[in-house]
Each structure stands twice: as C-alpha cells, then as structure tokens.
C-alpha cells in the first residue's frame, strides 16, 4: 500500500532521515518507537507530505507522492487519515462541523449525509452528547477521540498517528489507546509514532525502532522486544521498559 | 450684558443665525459618507493583499504579488495620508472634473487598506501551524482552509484592531478640507472665518467626533465581550 524508497529530509544542514525504506501492507499496524530526534515524527509527517522530502520515493498505491502535483496530493490525502500529537481540532466549529466540514467542502457527502455518518462515528468514540459542544469544553482524551473521528469520517486507507497520546494526561491515555486498538481489530491499515510500549506489544503487527534517521531494526513484537539485536534498540529497551 | 446673555448671543450667532448648524450636519453627513465607504475599500483590499501576504509567507507563492503589495505597503505607511490625498486629487485626478467625495473615498480606503492588511496578516499568522496542518491533511487543499478554516478564527482574533483602525479612520477624514471638501471638520471652520468665533464651533466640531467615537468604542468593547463569552474558555 506504501512503499518507501531511500527517503531523505533536510532540514538546512541537518539531516533527519537518513535513506528510510520499508513497506506498508494493507490492514499491517506499523508501531514506529525511537528516541526523540530519531525522526520517526518527520518520517510519519512525510508519508502524506506534510513534509516535503528531499530525495527517494514514497509510493501510495504505486503513485509517487514526492514528484505529485498539489491536486493529486489532496486527492491522496483525503485517503489518509492523520492525528497529531496536539489534536488540531478547529476551535470555531462544534464537534459535529468539526467531523463533517471536510467530506461536505470537498463534495464527497452531502451535509445530510456527513451529518449521518458524524452521528455514527461519535457513537463509536462514546462522545455523542457532545456532538454540540465546542472542542475548549472537553478534556484532552475526549479531544483525540473526536480528532480520530474527524479523521475516519473521509473513510481513509491508511491512518497515520503522530504520538496521539504524548500530550494527555495519563489518565486519558487509556480511552485512546482503547479506540485505537478497536479500530485496529477492525482491519484499519495504521502506523503509529508512540511512546507506548504495552500498545506496540500487544496491537502492532510490526515494530519499527528508529533512532539518528534510520530504521535501526524492525520486527514482528514479540520477537522484538524480547529478543533485540541492535545494541542501540537494547540500550533503548532497557530504559524505557 | 451678563456672561449668560453673551453666551447665549454667541451660541445664537454661531448656530442658529443663518441656519450656521446646517454646515455641521451637512459635514456630518459627508464625514460619515465618505468614512462608510472608505471602510468598505479599506477592508477588501486590506483583506486581499494580507493574503496574498500570508500566503506568500507560508507557501512561498505569489512572488511578484507580494512584492507588489510590499511596495504598497512601504509607500502608503511611509507617507502622510494628507499628502496621498492632495496627490491623488491634485496629480492623478488634476485633468479630470471628479467627485471630491469619491476622491476622498479612495485616497482614506487606499491608506485604511494598508493598514487593514498588516492587522488581517498578523491575525492569519497567529493561527497555530496546525490549524493549517490539520486541513490539508484532511485534503483540503490551501484555499479551502483559508476559507473555512483559518479566516473565521483569525477574523475573531483581530475584531478589536479592526474596529480601531476604523475610529482611527473616521478621525483622520478630518484633513479631506485640504481637497476643499465640507466634511465635518471644514463645516467647523467655515462658521469660525463667518464668526470670528473660534471656541464654539471648534469645541462642537470635537463634541460630534468624541460621541462617534465612544459610541463606536462602546460597541467594539461590547463586541469584544460576546466574542469572550462564546470562547467557551
């Protein structure tokens, strides 16, 4: 589904992705940890452009996303669904226009239609009485949640998660975490940048260590957490674990 | 006479005598005219040029027309809106039997705009990168966010700058006599060269400006308050 080939990023003279390849299947949940710096954000952010790399390939479905034009990037994008660490949700919008503006704007539903789907995706993230309210009224984890039904309601391929629950107390990580993991049984294709182990050991079906801009080791979990090869991801293993 | 007669026959020769109290009015009215409609050129082209800014400063498009508008800007903030409006009236439109009060529109909506653009700019920039991030991963493409994403939010933020630009406005169409135009100001003056009495008509000439203005200022502080309240903190 997502082909990465040698991708770079340079941000002026640094050098944050050192020529990452791998490959992402239909329905794989790719957990990608490493230390902060690692560029495990800014590959993730590569993967619907909203970084622009500067050198190798990523292939969406066989299309090449770094030689597109800015039409055919949005059309891509409307199939990738993406959360940020920090939400976004748009503050001047109640719950439901948050989830349905995109589909209605972009033309792909009806407002009647969005607003059918809106109920139904609010009903799965258990926040359906707040289909009224402002994103300022709810907690952090209530946030994120809306911020994945946001996502979903452009019925997208692939998810991208970028540290979705980072910046959440700790008790709201778990309703989070609990989503994700509904909608990876699912069969939804995601990749996930996250600090949370139990979550990579028990939903991933890969994981992705990356630390100095490269995929250091990857492996099935079970085989990667208790056995690591890479001195760097033993090191790593031993302090966060 | 007692000091109370005298002021009454001041007030009556200032005002009354003559029906005098027609230049106030009649300059009011060309006053509020001209300012309405130099708010309403101000605020689009003042919009269109903040984004053609912005855009310029996000996405590294629109060169030549940010450079342009960059010139504007330098232009019209670095000179005295008095000069622009005697150069527009006397040297763009100095063959050409015109309107002074369409000139007075354009010369004070030309300067509002520049002025507008830099507040529209800074409240666009002020929107979190994210906002802009989360609807282009949504697939909306740069003006669709623009449009339903990041102007509402940077509208509300610079509601208050606006609305002073827009007192700032009505007080600088003070210097449109310089075109000989009767706006409230010239209304002033003409009854004090009538007269030889310059502390009455001058004092209600400021009188008129300082009740628009508080009035104005009322509402925007009004305004301000039901923007707070459905912040919904």
Known sequence: MI???????????????KGITTKIEQGEKVVIIGPSGSGKSTFLRCLNRLEQPTGGQILFNGEDL???????????????????????????????????????????????????KADVLLTKVGLSDKADQYPNQLSGGQKQR????RALAMNPEVMLFDEPTSALDPEMVGEVLELMRELAEEGMTMVVVTHEMGFAREVASRVIFMDDGKIMEENEPQEFFTNPQNPRLKEFLSKVL | ?????????????????????????????TTLIVTFFAVIVGVILGFLIAVIRSTHDKT???KILNFLAKVYLTVIRGTPVVVQLLIIYFVIFASVNIDKIFVAVLAFGLNSAAYVAEIVR?????????????????????PRTMIYIIMPQAFRNILPALANEFIVLLKETSVAGYIALTDLTKGGDIIRSATYEAFLPLIAVALIYLIMVMILSGLVSKLERRLAKSDRG
Not at chain 2, 128 to 140: H, I, K, R, T, W
């Open chain 1, 3 to 17: 082909e990465v080939k040698e991708l770079h990023k340079h941000f002026g003279d640094l050098h944050i992705l």
């Open chain 1, 66 to 116: 770094t030689a597109m034009k800015d039409a055919q990037l949005y059309a891509v994008r409307e199939r990738m669904g993406m959360v940020f660490q920090h939400f976004h949700l748009f503050p001047h919008l109640t719950i439901k226009k948050n989830i349905t503006l995109a589909p209605v704007k972009l033309g792909l539903m009806t407002q009647a239609e969005a607003d059918a």
């Open chain 1, 146 to 149: 809306i911020a994945i039904a």
């Open chain 2, 1 to 29: 006479m007692n000091f109370f007669e005298q002021f009454a026959d001041k007030l009556y020769s200032t005002f009354i005598e003559g029906a005098r109290w027609t230049y106030l009015t009649d300059g009011l009215k």
């Open chain 2, 60 to 62: 590294g498009k629109l």
């Open chain 2, 122 to 142: 800074s409240g666009i920039m002020s929107i979190d990168n994210g906002q802009f991030e989360a609807g282009a991963s949504l697939g909306l493409n740069y």
